[in-house]
């Protein structure tokens, strides 16, 4: 036998007498979250960074020197772009559900240095080392996020 549940399921009379509860809800989920504006020089210097890599990586590779430095130049740019989104992400969503902590200003410190030590171990020692400092980069920043909501304190 089918129950019918009623027209859209109609809220309860004591709902229907208190119509400020709702509208607090719905303010605690439309406030927006206080931080800080994204520069726009930043993601401009970023893409243009980008930009002319790709480009300086095209032309090499039509040189025949597809090892170059453009291309380990865009290589590891996008590495920290992307992890930089990755980290953002995952920090955001974990702190929008009250998982933890997390403020991603300091990662970019992270990254740029990260990224300066990375392209010159790359370009001196190979890609094998350069990547060994990318994951040394995020194993650091996975211990400062730890270290930041207290998992690794005693």
């Known amino acids: ?3 019918s549940r009623g027209a859209f399921n109609a809220p309860d009379s004591q709902e229907i007498s208190r119509p400020g509860r709702d509208r607090r ?9 206080s ?3 994204v520069k726009r020089w930043a993601w401009l210097a970023g893409g243009l960074a980008v930009l002319l890599g790709v480009l300086a990586a095209g032309a090499a590779r039509m040189a025949g020197r597809q090892g170059s430095r453009p291309a380990t130049l865009v290589s ?4 920290w772009l992307g992890a930089w989104v990755l980290w953002g992400f ?3 969503l974990a702190a929008h559900y009250g998982m933890a902590s997390y403020d991603g200003q300091l990662f970019a ?5 990260g990224a300066v030590w990375q392209y010159r171990v790359q370009t001196r020692q190979g890609t094998q080392q350069g ?4 994951l040394a980069g995020q194993l650091v920043w996975l211990g400062v996020v730890l270290w930041q909501n207290g998992v690794l304190l005693p």
């Open 109 to 113: 410190l992270l990254a740029v240095a």
């Open 131 to 134: 990547v060994a400092v990318f």
């Open 90 to 92: 995952v920090g955001g």
């Open 1 to 3: 036998m089918i129950r």
């Open 25 to 33: 809800a719905g303010a605690a989920l439309a406030a927006p979250a």
């Open 35 to 37: 931080r800080p504006p």
């Open 76 to 79: 590891v740019v996008t590495g």
